[in-house]
């Protein structure tokens, strides 16, 4: 059975930072592309980062150069650190490793709330 269990949300200042995990259980996280996403409320949910078996990063244009995705394979974890947060940055973010249409995991979500 896939789970993935997010953590690490929270409420924060503008400019502040938040480090999220999502501990996976069930994949081959070795060899396993994990993303993140986020949904604000009345939105879409959105692609933010993507890290392959090859340690090969990407980040959508409205987080690139603040954000930093990052995995520890000993511990099956993947890591979304969030530096010089926005107030548009709050949303319920989401742990996901999708293989196919119907291999498709996703985690609980954790709540990011960046406000003054």
């Known amino acids: 059975q896939v789970q993935l269990v997010e953590s690490g949300g929270g409420s924060v200042q503008p400019g502040g930072s938040l480090r999220l995990s999502c501990a996976a259980s069930?994949?081959?996280?070795?060899?396993?592309?994990m993303n993140w996403y986020r949904q604000a409320p009345g939105k879409q949910r959105d692609l933010v980062a993507v890290?392959?078996?090859?340690?090969?990063?990407t980040y959508s244009d409205s987080v690139k150069g603040r954000f930093t995705i990052s995995a520890d394979y000993a511990k099956n974890t993947v890591f979304l650190q969030m530096n010089s947060l926005r107030p548009e940055d709050t949303a319920v973010y989401y742990c996901?490793?999708?293989?196919?249409?119907?291999?498709?995991?996703w985690g609980q979500g954790t709540q990011v709330t960046v406000s003054s």
């Open positions: 996901n490793h999708c293989i196919n249409s119907r291999h498709d995991y």
């Open positions: 069930g994949i081959n996280f070795r060899f396993a592309t």
């Open positions: 890290i392959n078996s090859g340690g090969i990063t």
